[in-house]
């Protein structure tokens, strides 16, 4: 077995296990670690040793359910990455893929999950109002505001297998984004909303420091106070952009505005109650899209620091997911921004 391999087999895990109750209780656990390091692996740590050996029966049943189908395998990191650059991916049809998961047996679980409604008899008649509202500002003028939770330590809440799963427990800890895009595709820079001030991970500078919007409150929620302050700021950069733009958003408590408060360089209009799910472009599928890419980019963060033996590979600190966020966001494109807003019809050209 060569060392410079991150991840094992599940053979070389069971290895694991049984050198280790073979020498438990008679030799500390760092010359037990000496002494796999000694048979080739080279980078393994304490914690997953101990890892491998909670998880022994669950590690033993995959190796029993899959002999019989040949050797247990795995996707392996190449060593080399240049040879990983050349490796061309296997590609399967969606036909192919149907006919296998049919065969096996296995379907998509959710183990969570919740279900939205919106009233539909009134959309028509909305939509022809805000029509004539969009109607008075050209496209890159009109600009869509939301908030979305980012729970971002969040495991995934599904995936294949032969029968349902229960769910693991979910880490709640969350931030607030506060995203926005124009009907053409540009994309306002997000306001971040955590709890604390200075975050201990951003060591001796604050989130403004490394380059982001950051505000803070107990809960990390939109306040009124915030939110004028938000549109003050969004007001001036308009004025250095000489714009005058229409800014929608829903009609959340935190989002009214002081009737003598005005600006001179946006116009806030409020979406009716209940129908944002239907008429509002960043609903209609641009943040779904913001948290997908932060899911899969978090994803594939947490592998990287399974193979290093990390206990809990998604327990990242709010510096990480900041990064994470910002590079999903950077990744949501502007076609799907434009056929977001394209898809609600609430755009008079459409």
Request: net charge positive; charged share 25%; proline share 4%.
């Amino acid at each position: 077995m060569t060392g410079s391999r991150g991840r094992l087999t599940y053979e070389q895990k069971v290895e694991v296990i049984d050198l280790y109750k073979r020498h438990h209780g008679q030799m500390p656990m760092e010359e037990l670690l000496l002494l796999l390091r000694r048979k080739g692996f080279a980078t393994i740590c304490e914690q997953t040793v101990r890892r491998y050996v909670r998880n022994e029966d669950s590690i033993r049943r995959y190796i029993n359910s899959n002999t019989a189908n040949g050797a247990a395998r795995r996707m392996a990191s190449m060593a080399h990455p240049e040879v990983e650059q050349r490796f061309e991916r296997i590609k399967f049809s969606d036909g192919w893929l149907s006919k296998f998961k049919q065969r096996w047996g296995l379907k998509h679980y959710v183990f969570h999950g919740e279900a939205a409604s919106a009233p539909v008899h009134t959309l028509d008649e909305h939509r022809r109002t805000l029509h004539q509202l969009l109607a008075r500002y050209g496209p890159a003028d009109r600009i869509n505001v939301d908030e979305t939770a980012l729970p971002y330590r969040q495991s995934p809440t599904g995936g294949l297998a032969s029968h349902a799963l229960s769910g693991l427990k979910v880490d709640k800890t969350r931030l607030t984004y506060v995203v926005g895009t124009s009907q053409t595709g540009e994309k306002l820079k997000p306001l971040v909303l955590g709890r604390a001030k200075r975050p201990r991970c951003f060591k001796n500078g604050a989130p403004e420091s490394y380059g982001y919007y950051y505000r803070y409150n107990k809960k990390a929620w939109m306040t009124s106070e915030i939110w004028r302050e938000y549109l003050s700021n969004l007001n001036a950069d308009m004025q250095v952009q000489d714009r005058h733009i229409l800014l929608l958003c829903d009609n959340a408590s935190s989002h009214k505005v002081d009737n003598g408060t005005t600006f001179l360089h946006l116009e806030v209009a409020h979406l009716p109650p209940n129908v944002t799910s239907w008429l509002q472009p960043m609903d209609a599928g641009i943040i779904r899209t913001f948290k997908a890419n932060y899911r899969r980019l978090l994803g594939l963060h947490a592998l990287d620091l399974d193979a290093r033996g990390v206990e809990d590979p998604y327990h990242v600190d709010q510096l990480d997911a900041m990064r994470l966020a910002q590079q999903a966001w950077d990744e949501v494109s502007a076609s799907t921004i434009q056929n977001c807003w394209r898809h609600t019809g609430i755009c008079p050209e459409a």
